[in-house]
């Protein structure tokens, strides 16, 4: 099992910036790729960010410019630096790590952007 778990989430004002980050640990060996999704209340869970073991990325159209996923392998971490944050960010986010076909969830950490 990989267990995971994110830091970093706050309040903020339009136009800030927070870091997240979160930490795998457990059977780590084998992850190929990891992540962040986010769910706003009342909506979907949606994809953020993800990032492979190639290094390559994906990000969402509403986040592209603004966000930047990267991982750390040596600490088996991933981060999210969010710049240029707005209201329409505000969600709990979960980190996530795909594995032989399973993809496992941290509990995630709420992000507050007030206007």
């Known amino acids: 099992q990989v267990q995971l778990v994110e830091s970093g989430g706050g309040l903020v004002q339009a136009g800030g910036s927070l870091r997240l980050s979160c930490a795998a640990s457990g059977s780590v060996l084998g992850i190929y790729a990891m992540g962040w999704y986010r769910q706003a209340p009342g909506k979907q869970r949606e994809m953020v960010a993800t990032i492979r073991s190639s290094a390559s990325s994906n990000y969402a159209d509403s986040v592209k410019g603004r966000f930047t996923v990267s991982r750390d392998d040596a600490k088996n971490t991933v981060y999210l630096q969010m710049n240029s944050l707005k209201p329409e960010d505000t969600a709990v986010y979960y980190c996530?790590?795909?594995?032989?076909?399973?993809?496992?969830w941290g509990q995630g950490t709420r992000v507050t952007v007030s206007s």
């Open positions: 996530t790590a795909s594995k032989a076909g399973y993809v496992n």
